[in-house]
């Protein structure tokens, strides 16, 4: 059954499979994006509701369920937080070690 | 005033760290900002101590913005979260003092303030919210400011941990998220409250897929077997002030995650017995692992990692006994690890290396020796310190099961002889001439009077802290009523001869075993590399479905 939410936990698999799968240390915060991004599909079509309007009051008969989508909000900012904060530390160790390789960053010392 | 005791807690860091930031333009001089810092992580502490007798008549709720629950989000001090807020103030305020001693924090000072303020803030939250997104948004602040403060030793290896840390801590956040996604699809509540009694209502096959996910999000936080990958290089490469609060706190907000958990209705059979089994092998081959290595800091990253597996492994089996062993447990240990961890920090101070061969314990500064020496004593478990009697109780309860008693009983020989080998190794001839300043003194003695006074006066500790705690989570008590007497009995039992005897076994045999080599832990256990460990978190999803479809 291909809905949000099927398709948002698939999203969060394939964004875990790609950090098994990858060396890269940038392609691993990319692949953290991917893994967020799963999280607000499924948390928006949680709160889904088919031929349901936005959630004002007089605006239309049957609403929608604000919570899921303010909860995003903030998952949304906590993601950009995470990624930037990941991306410069990746410069950092790139500058320090002079790879992008993780396995590279294993057992060197100061 | 009073009723807004809850969330004047979690405001005060916060306000704190704001006032710091702004405090440049008009109070540019060192002291203010140390006083400004001081007093904004004391002010959690005063109100917690105001309001202890309020706590006595029942739980105090605060509803913020005045919408009642579920709708709302909550603030809640109970017994458990008044007795964790008070270990937190009391581990943050070691903290910051000793911290004043700046050699350490390079580069800035205030930005360590700052980070450290918000951090404080994001554990209060942690503890004090009843609402589960809430607990997320909180952990998510505490773990931002921690990556951050993590490499302000501004070293390569601990550039290292922090990204590690990073990317493994996000994917936990992430798993946390996806679990609260499907929680509310399936009961429609985010409030604590609420879900205790929608939860037990689902299906035991909906509650274990759920799980599957916190499972990861709780054990990458607490640092059971497969999720630990993390926590040894996060540990030994931060600023020794902040490895202090990660050791003695931050590990903690997992396994009190978990009770939460377990308490609003995961607490299936196929959940309890997989963390008993996954707490076990946690707590015995970290404490193997803990006896190849020459850095204290490492040894002591890796016994955090075994008794954290010890409280999750003794919680896990769900009854009042248990339970309250292990909040027991959780707080000396808290205790005597953050000693521990100053303890070795002034260590590097002196000798400029924490390598155990290269340092002497027994011949730096007397006070420092001997905050030291009791710092591990405790964790050894002699009697009159307060590792003993924890370990006392989680015995005790685990009477009826063989197998956890006979491991428990092995963990704790296991961490003896990992003490005993510091105390053999630890005998270098160097002299040093480097004074201690009394920021660091002050932490080391008053938190070693803590495990002493804690050891001796464990049955008020039991009335009045763990048993409200324990009412709080389960609604009943292990035993009430402990009386002075448990100082000595607890010695001659059954139990105590046990531990007393193998903790003299350990120190015999640890004449001879000085060093294991342990090539099979290499790439399984330590120095796991990135992809792995994420392999590892993919594995146990898999292994937790799987046992739930079998």
């Not at chain 1, 607000?40 to 007089?58: D, Q």
């Not at chain 2, 809430?134 to 602040?141: H, L, T, W």
Request: proline share 4%; with cysteine.
């Amino acid at each position: 059954m291909l809905n949000g939410l099927n398709v948002g936990l698939m999203t969060i698999l394939v964004g875990l499979y790609g950090m098994t799968r990858t060396k890269n240390s940038v392609k691993m915060i990319m692949c953290l994006g991917i893994m967020g991004s799963g999280v607000i599909l499924l948390f928006v079509s949680v709160g889904y509701i088919p031929g349901a309007g936005a959630p004002i009051v007089g605006h239309s008969a049957e609403m929608v369920d604000p919570l899921p989508h303010t909860v995003m909000l903030t998952a949304i900012v906590i993601d950009l937080a995470t990624m930037a904060l990941g991306l410069a530390l990746v410069y950092h160790l790139y500058e320090e070690y002079g790879t992008l390789d993780v396995t590279d960053y294993l057992g060197g010392e100061d | 005033m009073l009723y807004h005791a809850p969330m004047l807690m979690v405001i005060a860091p916060l306000t704190g760290a704001l006032v710091l930031r702004i405090s440049n333009r008009f109070l540019p001089k060192q002291i203010y900002k140390d006083l400004i810092t001081f007093v904004s992580l004391l002010i959690p502490v005063f109100l917690l101590l105001v309001s202890l007798p309020r706590l006595r008549e029942g739980a105090m709720v605060y509803e913020m913005g005045g919408w009642p629950r579920p709708y709302g989000i909550s603030l809640v001090l109970d017994g458990l979260s008044s007795l964790m807020v008070l270990m937190l103030g009391t581990i943050t305020i070691c903290s910051f003092v000793y911290s004043l001693e700046k050699k350490e924090l390079i580069p800035k000072p205030d930005d360590y303030y700052f980070l450290f303020l918000f951090m404080t803030t994001g554990l209060y939250g942690v503890f004090l919210t009843g609402d589960i997104v809430n607990r997320f948004v909180f952990f998510e602040i505490t773990i931002l400011t921690t990556y951050v403060l993590i490499t302000y030793t501004g070293t390569k290896s601990s550039l290292r941990a922090s990204y590690y840390y990073l990317v493994v801590g996000s994917v936990a956040s992430v798993m946390f998220l996806t679990g609260i996604g499907l929680l509310y699809f399936f009961t429609g509540f985010l409030d604590m409250g609420a879900l205790s009694v929608a939860i037990p209502g689902l299906s035991t096959n909906i509650r274990n897929i759920i799980f599957a996910f916190f499972l990861v999000a709780v054990g990458v936080k607490v640092a059971i077997v497969p999720f630990h990958t993390w926590l040894p290089d996060a540990h030994v490469s931060a600023p020794t002030p902040m490895t202090a609060v990660l050791a003695g706190v931050t590990v903690k907000t997992g396994a009190y995650i978990l009770f939460k958990l377990f308490q609003i209705g995961f607490d299936t059979l196929l959940i309890r017995y997989l963390i008993v089994a996954l707490g076990l092998i946690t707590a015995l081959s970290a404490a193997l692992v803990s006896m190849k290595y020459y850095d204290m800091k490492k040894i002591l990253a890796w016994l955090t990692i075994s008794h954290m597996g010890v409280i999750t492994a003794v919680a896990a089996l769900w009854d009042p006994g248990g339970v309250s062993a292990a909040i027991l447990y959780l707080i000396n240990h808290t205790l005597y690890k953050t000693l521990l961890f100053l303890s070795v920090g002034a260590l590097i101070y002196l000798y400029g290396t924490a390598d155990i061969r290269k340092i002497s314990l027994k011949r730096s500064n007397i006070i420092l020796s001997i905050a030291g020496i009791i710092g591990l004593l405790s964790m050894a478990g002699l009697p009159p310190f307060n590792g003993f009697y924890g370990r006392y109780f989680l015995l005790e309860t685990t009477r009826r099961y063989p197998i956890l008693y006979g491991s428990l009983v092995g963990v704790h020989f296991l961490t003896a002889l990992s003490v005993f080998r510091i105390f053999r190794l630890s005998c270098s001839k160097a002299k040093t001439d480097d004074e201690l300043t009394e920021s660091i003194m002050v932490p080391l003695v008053v938190l070693s009077g803590l495990c002493l006074v804690g050891g001796l006066t464990t049955w008020a500790f039991m009335n009045n802290m763990v048993n409200p705690a324990t009412f709080a989570l389960m609604g009943g008590y292990y035993r009430t009523g402990f009386t002075w007497h448990l100082v000595y009995l607890n010695v001659i039992s059954a139990e105590g001869v046990i531990l007393i005897l193998s903790l003299f076994g350990a120190y015999f045999v640890s004449e001879h075993t000085v060093d294991l080599r342990l090539d099979w832990s290499e790439g399984v256990l330590s120095e796991v590399s990135l992809p792995d460990s994420i392999r590892y978190i993919v594995i146990m999803i898999a292994v937790l479905l799987l046992l739930n479809f079998l």
